[in-house]
């Protein structure tokens, strides 16, 4: 687990460290990766905006923010500077196990004056915030990167910091859609190994321990879950 968190951390603050430099990770993948036939669904995802799709307007109306709730962004990515959240009445706390991404959303809140809760860097399965801290929250593209044991104490840890009746929405992959197959090789080339090992069902009985699913949709290669906190 530890490993693989080093590993995570590494990739995204590589990431972080080009796109300063105004490299895309995306761009100029290797031929296997190009020729596989896959490849044009990736390709399609990406011009229709459903691979980061932290951005979709089914999240926000679901979680409906409004002034004085306070919204966790678990794996947050830069969120804050591209998914809209910036706009959001709710209060902001970003957590992400890259410190570069961390750096830059601090640069970011400081240069255009956002007030913001919290921008924190570490793992989402160990916060530092207070039980029942939060009114809504989000995981969306980070927990296809762990094996069980993680996954079901991160899914514990969003319990725990949620208030009873929260809001929350998060992603699994669609394990054994095409769609996730090219993403997954993607994911492996920009050294981020998605290692995911659940069935829907699996994952579906861990979370019918902390949460209740409202409803589940399937975006492009993940599979989305709005859920209310028990």
């Not at 296809?144 to 993680?150: A, M, V």
């Not at 725990?160 to 992959?173: A, H, Q, T, Y």
């Amino acid at each position: 687990m530890k490993k693989q968190l080093e590993l995570i951390a590494k990739s995204y603050d590589k990431g972080i460290d080009l796109g300063r430099k105004g490299i895309d990770s995306y761009d100029n993948f290797p031929s296997y990766i190009t020729s596989h036939p896959n490849y044009p669904l990736f390709e399609q995802m990406r011009m229709n905006e459903t691979l980061s799709d932290s951005a979709r307007k089914e999240i926000v109306e679901y979680l409906a923010p409004t002034a004085g709730m306070k919204f966790v962004d678990l794996g947050c990515c830069l969120n804050l500077m591209f998914a809209g959240y910036k706009d959001w009445a709710s209060i902001y706390y970003g957590v992400d196990i890259s410190s570069k991404t961390i750096e830059l959303l601090q640069e970011y809140a400081e240069k255009n004056h956002l007030t913001v809760g919290d921008l924190h860097c570490c793992s989402m399965h160990e916060t530092p915030y207070d039980t029942n801290f939060f009114d809504i929250g989000e995981c969306i593209g980070s927990l296809e990167y762990f094996e069980k044991d993680f996954v079901q104490q991160a899914v514990a840890e969003f319990s725990r910091i949620m208030k009873p009746n929260g809001k929350f929405v998060l992603d699994i992959p669609n394990i054994g859609s095409p769609e996730f197959e090219i993403t997954k090789l993607i994911e492996e080339y920009l050294g981020r190994q998605d290692k995911f090992n659940l069935s829907v069902e699996e994952f579906e009985t861990i979370l019918d321990a902390y949460f209740m699913i409202d409803k589940k949709e399937i975006v492009g290669p993940m599979i989305q879950y709005f859920l209310i906190t028990k």
